[in-house]
């Protein structure tokens, strides 16, 4: 049964429905159900959760493991805020906000794949320059460090940074709803780009790399080129989820690059789910959502919290939430049985 | 025309080989890891539209000479010349795209994808998405793998892996086809299929199958290479290899003591 090419009997396929159609509703509902201090927390968890989608990405489709998808995020946030404190109106900003963390993505990418860097010294490699970036950053403080009219202004982090704006005019700011609709919008937009992908002959062979590096290449496809153009993406992804998360509260300063940041978005994607792309926003949401309750008491450290919640899954759901209520949902309700394999779902199946 | 040109194209007729350039040619192609020598020198050849069988026993060089013909290693010294053209520093993938399939030792497939994407992703690298599922399903019959299409590969049984793995090689349709081992870990029925399906493949392809299987390269050799501590011991047909002392001695002798 299928329509359209889309098959109407796969649970994947009206999982994707589902998401969509709850994503729409907040996205008009948002701004009428929260009040204006969550709507700003909610803005921020749409902005990390597009960051999640670009992990997800990358590391459960394309078998990337970076450990400084933070890096990109931050690199968004910068290049935003820099950018936006020399030109004053946002649209190129955004846009830079986007193509400098891509750009920056291809470079680093391009040294690690054509290196042919093994899977764990990329995770090494990633979390390095994004250490060098956190020191880096904190000792811009000087006045010496400035780009354009824009002082870095070190481990302080720039504050007041100018929100976006209608494009062409800099003086017409986003309201608050008006970010979280362009947030939300984003997100959607990643979301669904990212499913394309996925389905389309580029994400399959993303997937097919990730299973068997050398079959890929014995069946004549350039994996380091390919493995390049993923970790692009979810650079330039994690990028846009940078600009706007600046814009949640205005601010950005150097822990963007700590490894505190860097190692919750690996346990998002862990928690949610490896090979799916709404594990990883639930699991980034989930966390975040906690870490806010923890912050309220003083009773015990987040991170103690945390590292127990990820010992935990690592022993009794090593796949995550997603694939674990999927396998769950398989066994009990067999007509959501996929009889199409999926493109993330493979992993789980075999083992 | 070198001598080993000629040479093969004077062994057992094929039909298609006369005055030809050489589907492949080594020259001096060596290996070394460490102070092993594991592919010595070897000077091979073969014509278009053989089906070659290199034997030789475990630790011969046979596998570590397919892994240089498609450079998952880098050759220490020599070259490989595929139909006249030098690719010795050509990348695995641009060896691939330029006609070489290779079916490795263990298989090498997509163990999380079903065994129809596994397919889907070698065909639609040549073909359209249209052209593609059309290949796929041709692929999948031919290998007597429709009843299999959505299953898991990482679950199906070895021999039903080797034949995903042969048919994402044949859905590029190169014009060499390394096979090594293919009917290791066969039942007795598909070791005859594979034979069929080897011969059926030969009448498009040339080929250089690696066997132990002396029964399965008997029945599909006309040539056949024989390997010996790195380098190329004797060339020559089955039947005067069974007769020839030293090739006994070093490979067959053990084969029957065992």
Same mark, same amino acid.
Request: charged share 15%; aromatic share 10%.
């Given at each position: 049964?299928?329509?359209?090419?889309?098959?109407?009997?796969?649970?994947?396929?009206?999982?994707?429905?589902?998401?969509?159609?709850?994503?729409?509703?907040?996205?008009?509902?948002?701004?009428?159900?929260?009040?204006?201090?969550?709507?700003?927390?909610?803005?921020?968890?749409?902005?990390?959760?597009?960051?999640?989608?670009?992990?997800?990405?990358?590391?459960?489709?394309?078998?990337?493991?970076?450990?400084?998808?933070?890096?990109?995020?931050?690199?968004?946030?910068?290049?935003?805020?820099?950018?936006?404190?020399?030109?004053?109106?946002?649209?190129?900003?955004?846009?830079?906000?986007?193509?400098?963390?891509?750009?920056?993505?291809?470079?680093?990418?391009?040294?690690?794949?054509?290196?042919?860097?093994?899977?764990?010294?990329?995770?090494?490699?990633?979390?390095?320059?994004?250490?060098?970036?956190?020191?880096?950053?904190?000792?811009?403080?000087?006045?010496?460090?400035?780009?354009?009219?824009?002082?870095?202004?070190?481990?302080?982090?720039?504050?007041?940074?100018?929100?976006?704006?209608?494009?062409?005019?800099?003086?017409?700011?986003?309201?608050?709803?008006?970010?979280?609709?362009?947030?939300?919008?984003?997100?959607?937009?990643?979301?669904?780009?990212?499913?394309?992908?996925?389905?389309?002959?580029?994400?399959?062979?993303?997937?097919?790399?990730?299973?068997?590096?050398?079959?890929?290449?014995?069946?004549?496809?350039?994996?380091?080129?390919?493995?390049?153009?993923?970790?692009? %993406?979810?650079?330039?992804?994690?990028?846009?989820?940078?600009?706007?998360?600046?814009?949640?509260?205005?601010?950005?300063?150097?822990?963007?690059?700590?490894?505190?940041?860097?190692?919750?978005?690996?346990?998002?994607?862990?928690?949610?789910?490896?090979?799916?792309?709404?594990?990883?926003?639930?699991?980034?949401?989930?966390?975040?959502?906690?870490?806010?309750? %923890?912050?309220?008491?003083?009773?015990?450290?987040?991170?103690?919290?945390?590292?127990? %919640?990820?010992?935990?899954?690592?022993?009794?759901?090593?796949?995550?939430?997603?694939?674990?209520?999927?396998?769950?949902?398989?066994?009990?309700?067999?007509?959501?049985?996929?009889?199409?394999?999926?493109?993330?779902?493979?992993?789980?199946?075999?083992? | 025309?070198?001598?080993?040109?000629?040479?093969?194209?004077?062994?057992?007729?094929?039909?298609?080989?006369?005055?030809?350039?050489?589907?492949?040619?080594?020259?001096?192609?060596?290996?070394?890891?460490?102070?092993?020598?594991?592919?010595?020198?070897?000077?091979?050849?073969?014509?278009?539209?053989?089906?070659?069988?290199? =034997?030789?026993?475990?630790?011969?060089?046979?596998?570590?000479?397919?892994?240089?013909?498609?450079?998952?290693?880098?050759?220490?010294?020599?070259?490989?010349?595929?139909?006249?053209?030098? =690719?010795?520093?050509?990348?695995?993938?641009?060896?691939?795209?330029?006609?070489?399939?290779?079916?490795?030792?263990?298989?090498?497939?997509?163990?999380?994808?079903?065994?129809?994407?596994?397919?889907?992703?070698?065909?639609?690298?040549?073909?359209?998405?249209?052209?593609?599922?059309?290949?796929?399903?041709?692929?999948?019959?031919?290998?007597?793998?429709?009843?299999?299409?959505?299953?898991?590969?990482?679950?199906?049984?070895?021999?039903?892996?080797?034949?995903?793995?042969?048919?994402?090689?044949?859905?590029?349709?190169?014009?060499?086809?390394?096979?090594?081992?293919?009917?290791?870990?066969?039942?007795?029925?598909?070791?005859?299929?594979?034979?069929?399906?080897?011969?059926?493949?030969?009448?498009?392809?040339?080929?250089?199958?690696?066997?132990?299987?002396?029964?399965?390269?008997?029945?599909?050799?006309?040539?056949?290479?024989?390997?010996?501590?790195?380098?190329?011991?004797?060339?020559?047909?089955?039947?005067?290899?069974?007769?020839?002392?030293?090739?006994?001695?070093?490979?067959?002798?053990?084969?029957?003591?065992?």
């Amino acid at each position: 049964m299928t329509v359209l090419g889309v098959n109407l009997r796969n649970w994947e396929t009206w999982g994707t429905i589902l998401v969509g159609i709850a994503m729409v509703v907040l996205l008009f509902a948002g701004p009428h159900i929260f009040d204006l201090f969550l709507l700003f927390k909610v803005t921020l968890f749409v902005a990390m959760a597009i960051l999640a989608l670009s992990m997800g990405f990358i590391w459960g489709y394309g078998g990337i493991l970076c450990f400084g998808q933070s890096a990109f995020y931050g690199l968004g946030a910068y290049t935003y805020a820099i950018a936006v404190g020399n030109i004053g109106e946002s649209t190129a900003p955004f846009l830079l906000a986007i193509v400098v963390p891509g750009a920056f993505a291809a470079l680093l990418g391009y040294f690690v794949f054509y290196g042919r860097l093994s899977d764990v010294y990329l995770a090494v490699v990633t979390l390095a320059v994004t250490l060098i970036l956190y020191n880096f950053m904190r000792s811009t403080a000087g006045e010496e460090y400035v780009i354009g009219a824009q002082r870095l202004m070190g481990f302080n982090g720039i504050s007041s940074i100018q929100p976006i704006n209608w494009p062409g005019d800099g003086s017409a700011w986003l309201l608050p709803d008006e970010i979280f609709h362009l947030a939300m919008f984003c997100l959607i937009a990643c979301y669904f780009g990212l499913k394309l992908l996925n389905r389309s002959h580029f994400g399959r062979v993303a997937v097919a790399i990730r299973e068997n590096e050398l079959r890929a290449e014995l069946l004549g496809y350039d994996v380091r080129l390919h493995k390049l153009q993923t970790f692009t %993406i979810g650079g330039a992804m994690a990028g846009l989820a940078g600009c706007l998360g600046v814009n949640f509260n205005s601010f950005v300063n150097p822990d963007v690059f700590a490894l505190n940041f860097a190692a919750e978005i690996i346990m998002w994607t862990l928690i949610g789910g490896l090979g799916t792309l709404v594990g990883p926003m639930i699991g980034c949401i989930g966390l975040l959502m906690l870490k806010f309750e %923890i912050g309220q008491q003083q009773i015990t450290n987040t991170y103690l919290i945390f590292g127990g %919640i990820i010992m935990l899954f690592v022993l009794l759901v090593p796949a995550g939430l997603l694939p674990t209520a999927r396998q769950l949902g398989e066994r009990y309700l067999p007509m959501l049985r996929a009889d199409g394999a999926g493109d993330g779902r493979g992993r789980e199946a075999a083992q | 025309m070198t001598d080993a040109a000629t040479e093969t194209t004077s062994g057992t007729a094929t039909g298609q080989t006369a005055g030809a350039v050489p589907i492949l040619e080594t020259h001096g192609l060596t290996m070394r890891f460490g102070g092993v020598v594991a592919v010595d020198d070897v000077d091979f050849s073969m014509a278009e539209g053989e089906l070659r069988c290199l =034997i030789g026993p475990n630790g011969a060089g046979k596998s570590t000479f397919f892994k240089c013909l498609t450079h998952q290693y880098k050759a220490s010294a020599g070259r490989v010349r595929f139909r006249g053209t030098d =690719i010795t520093g050509s990348h695995t993938y641009q060896i691939a795209r330029r006609g070489i399939g290779i079916k490795t030792q263990v298989p090498s497939v997509f163990d999380g994808l079903s065994v129809h994407e596994n397919i889907w992703v070698a065909a639609r690298r040549h073909h359209g998405r249209r052209e593609a599922n059309r290949i796929v399903d041709e692929i999948l019959e031919r290998l007597r793998l429709e009843g299999h299409a959505r299953r898991v590969v990482g679950q199906l049984a070895h021999g039903e892996r080797q034949r995903v793995e042969l048919g994402t090689v044949l859905t590029g349709e190169p014009e060499l086809i390394l096979l090594d081992e293919p009917t290791a870990g066969m039942t007795h029925e598909e070791v005859n299929q594979t034979t069929d399906l080897i011969r059926e493949i030969n009448r498009t392809t040339s080929l250089i199958v690696v066997e132990h299987d002396m029964q399965f390269i008997k029945a599909i050799a006309e040539r056949v290479t024989v390997f010996h501590q790195g380098a190329i011991l004797i060339e020559d047909t089955m039947a005067n290899l069974e007769k020839n002392q030293q090739v006994r001695d070093i490979y067959l002798g053990k084969q029957h003591a065992a």
